[in-house]
């Protein structure tokens, strides 16, 4: 079963920068869009930034200018680098891939990862 392994996560300081990762536990055929998702306490869970596989990118506003998306896709690897950070960033961040094959017969499925909490103190 493949799984999404996230990384990066932890406490920092208002005006700090963390950088999350997440990566496919083994080998796989192709991901179509990979992103980041937060869900604070008593919200929603939200998009904060995609990127597919050709490389375009989609940011929710509120990170616009502070966030940048990446991804190597020889390593199925996204990277979230959080710049700037805020309090209101604090959220437990999942990493998403949309249309995941593990092999060309497979059917393509979405899978999450595990989340990984981001703290930001002011």
Excluded: H
Excluded at 67 to 93: C, G
Aim: glycine share 10%.
């Amino acid at each position: 079963q493949v799984q999404l392994v996230e990384s990066g996560g932890g406490l920092v300081q208002a005006g700090g920068s963390l950088r999350l990762s997440c990566a496919t536990s083994e080998i796989i055929f192709s991901i179509n869009a990979m992103g980041w998702y937060r869900q604070a306490p008593g919200k929603q869970r939200e998009l904060v930034a995609a990127i597919t596989s050709g490389g375009s990118t989609n940011y929710a506003d509120s990170v616009k200018g502070r966030f940048t998306i990446s991804r190597d896709n020889a390593k199925n690897t996204v990277y979230l680098q959080m710049n700037s950070l805020k309090p209101e960033d604090t959220a437990v961040y999942y990493c998403n891939a949309d249309a995941l094959r593990i092999t060309p017969r497979d059917n393509a499925r979405d899978y999450w990862g595990q989340g990984t909490q981001v703290t930001v103190s002011s």
